[in-house]
């Protein structure tokens, strides 16, 4: 497993957590089962916004004894005191609710404390006048939740709150269909989701992904938008490429769904390759570097890739990108100009125009 590092709070995370939106569905000993194995896989990193609440003592039996090596994000507007999932901006029902939840994980503290589900301006606003956001933070200074966190799938929403509220921690919903414009959480234009995660990178605050698969539409041709499926592993690859991302949370209810998730990290560059998404890519986003590695290898051994993301990072204000890419062992100015990348360029990008500009802006400060 590989572990990112959260700049604002310094946890190592793994790269790939587990959702919960139905991990109660296999039954309490094959969910616990299943747990255990993403932990003996190297998965530390779990998000509780369950689909039930019966998923909550499952998880205080399966990781108990091992909490102090693994983090939760647990959700202040989650209701579950209907058993099924439900959503609240009461705050005695927040209170109850967040109670019961820890009772239940057999913990007394919260590694990521979330403002939940923020997709409206009007949320925002009814949770900090209900008194939830204070809460949330009363506890964050009693120590009982140590990092904050917001949850939302719309741009404009994130960006208001990101400048009222310290949060280390963005819950965002992240894949090829959303980010172009195709799906029910397909929020925002390609140009505001890109902003988010360009933000999220300069800032250090991480982001933690839902929705990886479009809730597995992506995988099935006859559901996905696209009319072609991706596999698991394109779609994780193409989340994790994503500026600002720390960690992917697919659901999982079984051993082996957890064993195929655990895949991933053993997967080819040919396995994981998604530039298919190029053929389905709106006009906008024609142009631009995604960062998706399909224009290696360079016969210089420029990662162009990471070139793009350091540039597209330090143009959007990001001081440390400058820093990151003058480490590069190899850059933009070892580019000989042989057009092998503009070729492969699912996207259209004139690669080796590109790395000229990147040279005379991270090198020549033009």
């Known amino acids: 497993m590989k572990y990112r590092i959260n700049r604002r709070t310094g946890d190592k995370i793994s790269e790939i957590g587990i959702g919960s939106s139905y991990m109660y569905e296999a039954g309490r000993e094959e969910a616990v089962k299943a747990l255990r194995r993403a932990y003996e896989g190297g ?7 369950a689909g039930h609440g019966d998923s909550f003592p499952i998880y205080g039996e399966a990781l108990h004894h091992v909490r102090k090596n693994i983090f939760y994000q647990i959700h202040f507007g989650a209701d579950y005191t209907a058993g099924e999932y439900g959503w609240t901006l009461d705050l005695d029902t927040v209170r109850n609710s967040v109670a019961k939840m820890l009772k239940e994980l057999r913990t007394d503290y919260i590694d990521y404390g979330f403002i939940h589900c923020q ?22 200074k009693e120590g009982k939740v140590r990092h904050i966190g917001l949850s939302s799938h719309t741009p404009e929403v994130i960006m208001k709150i990101l400048d009222e509220a310290e949060v280390d921690m963005l819950m965002f919903s992240v894949n090829p269909a959303y980010d172009y414009g195709e799906g029910t959480y397909a929020n925002g234009t390609v140009e505001e989701r890109d ?6 990178e300069k800032e250090g605050i991480g982001i933690s992904v839902m929705k990886p698969f ?6 099935d041709a006859s559901l996905s ?8 592993y394109q ?22 769904e957890v064993e195929a998730l655990l895949a991933y990290e053993e ?20 142009g631009k570097c995604v960062y998706c590695g399909h224009c290696k290898p360079c016969p210089m051994g420029i990662d162009i890739g990471l070139v793009n993301k350091y540039y597209d990072l330090a143009r959007a204000g990001d001081a440390m990108a400058v820093e990151h890419y003058r480490t590069l062992a190899v850059n933009a100015s070892d580019c000989i100009g042989c057009g092998h990348c503009d070729s492969r360029c699912p996207f259209g990008v004139k690669q080796s125009e590109r790395m000229q500009e ?6 020549d400060g033009k």
Do not use: H
Not at 214 to 219: F, N
Not at 225 to 232: A, C, E, V
């Open 267 to 286: 997967k080819s560059e040919e396995e994981t390759d998604y530039s298919v998404i190029a053929s389905f890519a709106p006009p906008q986003a024609a």
């Open 235 to 256: 779609c994780l690859r193409y989340v994790l490429d994503k500026p600002g991302v720390l960690v992917a949370l697919p659901g999982a209810k079984s051993v082996s």
């Open 119 to 140: 997709d409206e301006f009007s949320d925002w606003e009814a949770y900090k006048k209900n008194g939830v956001y204070d809460y949330l933070q009363q506890l964050k």
């Open 358 to 363: 990147i040279r005379a802006y991270m090198e």
């Open 43 to 49: 998965i530390n990193y779990f998000d509780l916004a």
């Open 214 to 219: 479009s809730g597995g539409q992506l995988l």
């Open 225 to 232: 938008p696209f009319r072609q499926p991706l596999s698991i």
């Open 195 to 200: 902003a988010v995660y360009q933000r999220c």
